[in-house]
């Protein structure tokens, strides 16, 4: 098992930044590639970021690339999503989640409970 707490989610006008921050518990986090994803209301959660268990291999989906960050510090067991240049359409519930397989882009082990980010114009 691997337990999973976000934090760092908010308020923050268009343009602004935030850093969301997920540590992990429970099994040995270097083994375990993390994704974001993130879920507007009304919508499917959908794809954000992920990063291989070392952190030397990132994927981004096309609405973020270039504004979001991914990264990992595998001594503190804890992934990271830095996002600059926020807008409205970036609002949603965010979330992280662990698995054995870099190679997944949905149905991963672990997930979080979430943590909300809301973005005013």
């Known amino acids: 098992q691997v337990q999973l707490v976000e934090s760092g989610g908010g308020l923050v006008q268009a343009g602004g930044s935030l850093r969301l921050s997920c540590a992990a518990s429970?099994?040995?986090?270097?083994?375990?590639?993390m994704g974001w994803f993130r879920q507007a209301p009304g919508k499917e959660r959908e794809f954000v970021a992920k990063?291989?268990?070392?952190?030397?291999?990132?994927r981004y989906s096309d609405s973020v690339k270039g504004r979001f960050t991914i990264s990992r510090d595998n001594a503190k067991n804890t992934v990271y999503l830095q996002m600059n240049s926020l807008k409205p359409e970036d609002t949603a519930v965010y979330y992280c989640?662990?698995?054995?397989?870099?190679?997944?882009?949905?149905?991963?082990?672990?997930w979080g409970q979430g943590t909300q980010v809301t973005v005013s114009s």
């Open positions: 989640a662990a698995d054995p397989s870099y190679l997944k882009w949905t149905s991963y082990a672990y």
């Open positions: 990063i291989s268990q070392s952190g030397g291999n990132t």
């Open positions: 429970g099994r040995t986090f270097s083994g375990y590639a």
